[in-house]
């Protein structure tokens, strides 16, 4: 019944920009913090932004402080990461998580790919 499915991901050249989103369903999305992860082959999963259940708060890890952004609608139930300015490094498979306890709520990941 919980779903988390993200979406926008794509190819765009150094540079560019694109807009994830994340539709959550099956729980009450405003009770929970939100997370956004990204894992490149080879490398282990990483978080690279959250938002807390009112979206008053967020986080960003070093590598994307300054060009991402998390944001959220409560009436939606969706979460965005805005991405700027994006680099090769960036590319990765990105995963919407919801902040429950144990494992969370994993989407099944949307693959960005930075190059020229």
């Known amino acids: 019944q919980v779903q988390v499915v993200e979406s926008g991901g794509g190819w765009v050249q150094p540079g560019g920009s694109l807009r994830l989103s994340c539709a959550a369903s099956g729980f009450t999305f405003r009770k929970y913090a939100m997370a956004w992860y990204r894992q490149a082959p080879g490398k282990q999963r990483e978080q690279v932004a959250a938002i807390d259940k009112g979206g008053g708060r967020r986080n960003l890890a070093d590598a994307v402080k300054g060009r991402f952004t998390i944001s959220r609608d409560n009436d939606a139930n969706t979460v965005d990461l805005e991405m700027n300015n994006l680099k090769a490094e960036d590319t990765a498979v990105y995963y919407c998580?919801?902040?429950?306890?144990?494992?969370?709520?994993w989407g099944q990941g949307t693959q960005v790919t930075v190059s020229s």
């Open positions: 998580r919801a902040l429950v306890g144990g494992s969370g709520y």
